[in-house]
C-alpha cells in the first residue's frame, strides 16, 4: 500500500501552481518513492507532485507502467524548452478517474530538469512519451485535463463527483 494515496479532482491543491524545488533533501527523495508506489500501484505511466497532495515541482514518468522495467525517469523542475507538432489525441488521469478528454499537444518535446542526484537532464521526448511529460507539467501549472474539456463535460463530472459517483 502506498504511503500518498492519489488526490481527486477538484482537490484545491490540484488547481495551484507548484513551487521549484530548491534543495534535493531526504524529504524530496521520500516524496519521490512515495510517489513511485502510488503510481505503480494505481497504475499510471506518470504523476505528478500535486496528485498526492505536495505543491512541489516534480514529476515521474515511465510510459511501461510497470515497475522494473527500467525506463521510469524523475524529474525536478521540469521545463519544456523546444516544441515542434502537434496532435489531439484521447487521454485520461488518474485524479480525474472515469473520463477521457481530447487535449491537443506537442509531437515532439524538449525538456530540461533535474534528476534525484542533482545533475541537469535534458530529455528529447515524442508520441506518447511527449504527451505524458505535457500532461505532468500541466498539474505542476495547475492544469488538469478537464481544463481542456467541454463545459458541459466538466459540468456533468463535477455533478458526479458532488453526488459520490466518481
Known sequence: MPQRHILIYPEPVLKAPASQIENIDLDIVTLARDMEEAMYEAPGVGLAAPQVGSGRRLILVDPTAKRGSG??????????VEREG??????MCLSVPEISVDVKRSERILIRGVN??????????????????QHEIDHLDGKVILDYASALKRAIYL?????GKI
Open 159 to 163: 455533478k458526479k463527483r458532488k453526488k
Open 71 to 80: 525506463s521510469l525517469l524523475v524529474v525536478l523542475n521540469p521545463v519544456i
Open 116 to 133: 534525484l542526484d542533482g545533475k541537469e537532464v535534458t530529455i528529447e521526448a515524442e508520441g506518447f512519451l511527449a504527451r505524458i511529460f
Open 86 to 91: 502537434s496532435v489531439t489525441d484521447s487521454e
